[in-house]
């Protein structure tokens, strides 16, 4: 692991928590961007141009390209976030560049926000949040505003990593069977425990479940993942529910099926383009079919100090000639 200086130069695309931007002055020699607004292509040219540090998030697109431009001095990528899509990883590694990123503290956040979609679609939340202050409450029926019970239904996770398994708890709470895809079993004690069922074919799993959540990362192996073939596979009573990556999701193809009544509903935190939503999607959302939300799942705020301390710890790791915790590695 290559060291560097003790106060080294590191540049912050976006604006982070106070308390994180407090500490960073002190320990570092801190550039940061004060209007909360990704940096231009030029700006990001100049900031690798001069960091021995970035520290990028998911609205920064660190390519190839912009890595050819930076200076001699760049030598750690600290990553504010779990999701590495954004960064050329196997280009930076080549340049001799270390890549960390924040895995673990936005875990149970996002699983929240994973399972409040599942309710959210399931029981109509949304509707039913616009109804009253538009004052289109004529008084309770019983044919009324009906959703779907959650309770006995089976949910199919794909990916039952970190943030698949804290859902998991959460859903099995809920009183649903939990079903996981991932590229390998979980450790037989988390499979108890979760009284979980593996699917070696992601199309068996996603022909028989109710509810769907989308919980791997965005790599080349997983884009369109859910491609419009697999979608297809869907019962048509299903929701499909996904926190993770919109690239993992066929958008368009998903967007069609709702539309033709293929499949019941979905959740979206979300999208392929963001932050612009298929206007599509955006109809079936006044039609009440899908809820869509802004990338919001790790969004407390205690989440983003966690995930700030971590960047800091990540940053003097590497500053003391340590291994950085959170090393992405290929
Ligand atoms: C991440 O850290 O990758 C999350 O998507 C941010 O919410």
Same mark, same amino acid.
């Given at each position: ?51 021995? %540090? @970035?520290?990028?998030?998911?609205? $920064?697109?660190?390519? =190839?390209?912009? *890595? +050819?431009? /930076? ?33 673990? %503290? @936005?875990?149970?956040?996002?699983? $929240?926000?994973?399972? =409040?979609?599942? *309710? +959210?679609? /399931? ?44 859902? =998991? ?162």
């Amino acid at each position: 692991m290559r060291s560097m200086k003790k106060r080294p130069v590191v540049v912050v695309t976006r604006r982070l928590p106070d308390v994180i931007e407090t500490r960073m002055r002190e320990l570092f020699d801190t550039r940061l961007n004060l209007e909360d607004k990704p940096l231009s292509r030029q700006e990001l040219v100049d900031a690798v141009a001069l960091a021995d %540090v @970035l520290v990028p998030t998911l609205t $920064d697109e660190i390519d =190839a390209d912009l *890595l +050819a431009k /930076a200076g001699p001095d760049l030598k750690l990528i600290a990553n504010f976030g779990n999701g590495i899509d954004h960064i050329d990883v196997p280009a930076a590694l080549a340049r001799g560049i270390t890549v960390t990123n924040t895995p673990g %503290v @936005l875990t149970e956040d996002t699983a $929240d926000m994973a399972m =409040a979609l599942i *309710l +959210a679609v /399931a029981r109509r939340i949304p509707e039913g949040s616009r109804i009253v202050p538009d004052g289109e409450w004529a008084g309770w029926s019983p044919t009324w505003m009906l959703g779907r019970r959650i309770t006995g239904k089976r949910l199919g996770i794909v990916g039952m990593g970190r943030i698949g398994q804290a859902l =998991a708890r959460r859903a099995k709470a809920f009183g649903l069977s939990i079903h996981y895809h991932n590229r390998r079993h979980v450790p037989a004690r988390i499979e108890q425990e979760l009284e979980a069922t593996y699917w070696e074919s992601l199309d068996q799993m996603l022909a028989r479940m109710d509810i769907v959540s989308v919980n791997c990362p965005h790599t080349p192996a997983t884009f369109h993942l859910l491609s419009a073939r697999r979608l297809k596979l869907m019962k048509a009573d299903a929701i499909l529910v996904n926190t993770a990556r919109g690239e993992v999701i066929d958008e368009t193809a998903l967007t069609r099926l709702i539309e033709a009544g293929a499949i019941a509903g979905a959740g979206l935190d979300v999208f392929e383009e963001e932050p612009a939503v298929n206007p599509r999607l955006l109809k079936l959302a006044r039609q009440h079919k899908v809820v869509l939300l802004p990338h919001m799942g790790s969004a407390t705020q205690e989440g983003r100090v966690d995930m700030g301390e971590k960047v800091i710890v990540n940053i003097k790791s590497f500053i003391d000639g340590h291994k950085p915790p959170d090393r992405v590695l290929l």
